[in-house]
């Protein structure tokens, strides 16, 4: 024998030691062949955990503290402590339930797991949104500090205006006054001076007659008059006592009320919502429908039809029409960006992440793409099946509606990024849950993370729950008794309230979670298709024909 040729160990079954082990129980830490993993399995008392041997996880029992020879494969639940065979039957843990030290730790495995799975799918991603929030409020803190800026320089601009009128007008006032004034004393001038003029002229005269010699002048003297008198009296003085101007004292809390206030800066840390574990999902504030929906406002996107619109923001929309390119929109219609499809082919459906990037169906390429900072990235690529609508769930993964290229069947798959995690097609009996052929077929997960898919060619809204078990169908309103019922768009708000839009009655149908109809929405829809709901439940439906968005305040 080659001394350097060494012996292969075989590793046999530690049941029938017989066979080659190709599997592991890591619930009861022995090696099994092919042929006794049933035989081991067959116990149901036991939750077994039946791995390929390759990918075991070795197990390191601890050494009992008091029987250095012994490993602690028990556990002992009073005393919270692992144990070893002969600690078991010993006084000290006498009358102690006692479990399997391997079950126990499935069962802290299984509980870690819940936890890592709520951390990573339900809690971390709020904490994400919240940062993501705060971030984007401090982006628009600039612009909307400004706002108040320009108001405040605006309101001045229409005081000092206002005060320089009023200026103005005494000003006018003031010189009015003073020519009247100066008209006045002029003419008082005007009479005194006519007076001197005559006095002068009198003395005058007086001076002539007592300067003359002439005996002839006597009879001057005779005709002469004294008005002395007369003139002894005054002409009147006029007297104008000057305007004054009273201006009333600035009182600068009047002025600072008559400006406007600004509100107190209010900064209040509220308390961090407690989320409830998943086998509780918290319940939002209820807010009662409105008797009367309003239409708040309306969307011109450009498009020749319109086919779906997914919310960006509360003022900003994603929407996909009768072309390649897909569209964001502001509430007054203004274009903010604009994408076309990376094969040129019309999206067939289009939806928003929770991370705000966009994502699109191309049926007839077959993919299912993503869109961040405008560049186009193909996730998943189908082989025999076409895929149609998408909507993205809380956990962030994609829900999309497809069908198979023969048209014979369809099914609605739950991605988590490129992975499929699950397919839902048939119900409990093995048959289907949608129908084939038709590819209208609009989706949407509920709060209560129920799948709703608005089946047009079955003429209902399927509801599955989270498991992919039927829970309902709606056929329409109860008093419809004519199958004349077509969904076509469908979302789902924070009531878990489902609306669909109804092509055939130009309405949207609201039902609560259980299926039962609560009313309808009409608000002079034309033939609404694609809808959706932003964080404050305003509700945005794409009319076809019109190529419209409309706002709609239902709550």
Request: with cysteine.
């Amino acid at each position: 024998m080659d001394p350097f040729r060494r012996a292969q160990i075989i590793l046999l079954c530690d049941l029938c030691k017989t066979a080659h082990l190709q599997s592991h129980c890591e619930r009861c830490d022995i090696n099994l062949c092919q042929t006794c993993v049933g035989k081991h399995l067959s116990d149901s008392s036991i939750r077994h955990k039946v791995v390929p041997y390759k990918y075991r996880k070795s197990l390191n029992y601890s050494t009992c503290p008091d029987h250095t020879d012994e490993l602690c494969k028990h556990y002992c639940e009073k005393c919270d402590i692992p144990v070893c065979s002969t600690c078991v039957s010993s006084s000290k843990h006498e009358g102690h339930n006692m479990s399997d030290i391997l079950e126990k730790i499935s069962a802290k495995t299984e509980s870690l797991q819940k936890d890592l799975d709520e951390l990573e799918t339900r809690i971390y991603p709020r904490y994400e949104e919240m940062a993501s929030d705060v971030q984007t409020e401090e982006a628009e803190l600039e612009t909307n500090y400004g706002k108040l800026t320009t108001i405040a320089d605006q309101h001045g601009e229409l005081l000092h205006r206002e005060i320089t009128a009023i200026v103005n007008q005494r000003k006018s006032d003031i010189q009015e006054m003073k020519i009247k004034h100066l008209s006045t004393l002029n003419k008082n001038t005007e009479e005194i001076t006519q007076k001197m003029a005559e006095l002068k002229q009198i003395m005058s005269d007086l001076k002539s007659i007592l300067k003359s010699n002439d005996v002839s002048l006597t009879a001057t003297y005779k005709s002469y008059k004294s008005k002395n008198s007369e003139f002894r009296t005054l002409p009147p003085k006029v007297r104008v006592t000057l305007p004054s101007l009273s201006a009333q004292k600035i009182n600068k809390d009047q002025l600072n009320e008559m400006f406007g206030s600004l509100s107190p800066l209010s900064i209040n840390t509220e308390h961090g919502d407690t989320m409830k574990s998943a086998e509780a999902v918290s319940s939002p504030p209820v807010k009662p429908l409105l008797d009367e929906p309003r239409l708040t406002a309306t969307i011109d996107t450009g498009y020749d039809r319109l086919f779906s619109v997914s919310c960006l923001s509360e003022d900003q929309v994603w929407t996909r029409g009768d072309n390649k390119t897909m569209k964001l929109l502001n509430l007054q219609s203004k274009l903010l960006t604009s994408i076309q499809t990376k094969s040129g082919d019309k999206p067939r459906d289009i939806a928003v992440t929770r991370d705000g990037d966009l994502v699109y169906t191309d049926y007839d390429d077959k993919t299912i793409n993503l869109i961040k900072n405008k560049q186009i990235q193909t996730v998943i690529t189908l082989q025999g099946w076409g895929p149609l609508y998408v909507c993205c769930t809380a956990a962030n993964d994609l829900l999309v509606t497809m069908d198979s290229d023969d048209g014979e069947q369809s099914k609605v798959v739950h991605y988590s990024g490129s992975t499929e995690k699950q397919s839902i097609q048939f119900d409990d009996q093995g048959r289907p849950l949608y129908s084939s052929g038709g590819n209208i077929k609009y989706l949407s997960e509920n709060k209560n993370l129920d799948i709703c898919v608005a089946d047009n060619t079955a003429r209902a809204v399927v509801v599955v729950n989270q498991s992919g078990k039927l829970r309902f169908r709606y056929n329409g309103h109860p008093s419809n008794t004519e199958q004349s019922f077509y969904p076509v768009g469908i979302t789902t708000d924070s009531q878990s309230h489902i609306l669909t839009a109804d092509i055939n009655t130009q309405s949207i149908h609201i039902l609560d979670q259980d299926g039962q109809f609560l009313r309808y929405i009409h608000c002079h829809l034309e033939l609404p298709v694609g809808l959706c709901v932003d964080i404050r439940d305003n509700l945005f439906v794409a009319e076809y024909h019109t190529a419209k968005v409309k706002t709609i305040q239902y709550l």
